[in-house]
């Protein structure tokens, strides 16, 4: 089975452009969440989607939106870029809600972002 | 705010020793914890998790231990190869439907195992 696939894998942008990253999700799972990693530090929850409705957001400004198509996939959205905002992108799907049964969040590889 | 504190940043073992990383978690409501290897160019995987039920669990080397009243966990990794080499991340959240899938990741360990 194909695990958690993201595009593009790297990217680079200028500040004040915007980008589009996308994401599908393990086969059957319905729930997506996206995560910033910024060098030598943790990911950070960025929002997740679960049956296309936002079920979470983290602390990110507004620049950055999200949305779950009917086939589960997603896309992240981040506006206006900053230079601050050069990190690993990460996708991570989970059937549904974690920490009950065996419902466990795996995550892709990432899409790396560099805003010059 | 939700906090997860995660020690040491860095850890040098010798191929065979033992290997422990140890985390602190401040939202008391946290009721999963899962462990996590990034190893160079790849995503987080999933390695071992642990749920506010139990206290100890363990798959084959690795082991985890949850002490809820010090809002402590561990990662215990024995007989150590050096394909364990990676970043390793411990996380905490309120797994309910009104948070959503929100993990808090430590700010992860790097693990070097010198054959």
């Known amino acids: 089975d194909a695990g958690v696939t993201q595009s593009p894998t790297h990217l680079i942008k200028t500040r004040g452009q915007h980008v589009t990253l996308r994401c599908s999700p393990i086969?059957?799972?319905?729930?997506v969440s996206w995560y910033q990693q910024v060098l030598g530090q943790g990911p950070q929850f960025i929002f997740q989607?679960?049956?296309?409705?936002?079920?979470g957001r983290g602390n990110f400004p507004d620049r950055f939106s999200a949305r779950q198509f009917p086939n589960y996939s997603s896309e992240l959205n981040v506006n206006a870029l900053l230079l601050g905002d050069s990190a690993l992108y990460l996708c991570?799907?989970?059937?549904?809600?974690?920490?009950?049964?065996?419902?466990?969040?795996?995550f892709g590889a990432g899409s790396r972002l560099t805003v010059l | 705010g939700e906090n997860v504190e995660q020690h040491p940043s860095t850890l040098s073992v010798q191929e065979g020793d033992s290997a422990v990383i140890k985390c602190t978690y401040s939202?008391?409501?946290?009721?999963?914890f899962p462990w996590y290897k990034q190893e160079l160019g790849k995503g987080p995987q999933l390695i071992i998790d642990?749920?506010?039920?139990?206290g100890e669990k363990k798959d084959q080397r690795i082991a985890v231990t949850l002490n809820k009243t010090a809002k402590h966990f561990s990662l215990h990794i024995t007989e150590t190869q050096p394909e364990d080499s990676a970043v390793y991340f411990c996380?905490?959240?309120?797994?309910?439907?009104?948070?959503?899938?929100?993990?808090?990741f430590g700010a992860g360990t790097i693990l070097r195992v010198k054959s």
């Open positions: 991570a799907s989970s059937v549904g809600l974690i920490g009950s049964g065996a419902n466990v969040l795996t």
């Open positions: 086969s059957g799972h319905k729930s």
């Open positions: 989607y679960y049956e296309k409705e936002e079920r």
């Open positions: 939202d008391s409501a946290s009721n999963y």
């Open positions: 642990i749920r506010s039920n139990v």
């Open positions: 996380a905490a959240s309120r797994a309910a439907m009104e948070y959503g899938n929100k993990l808090v």
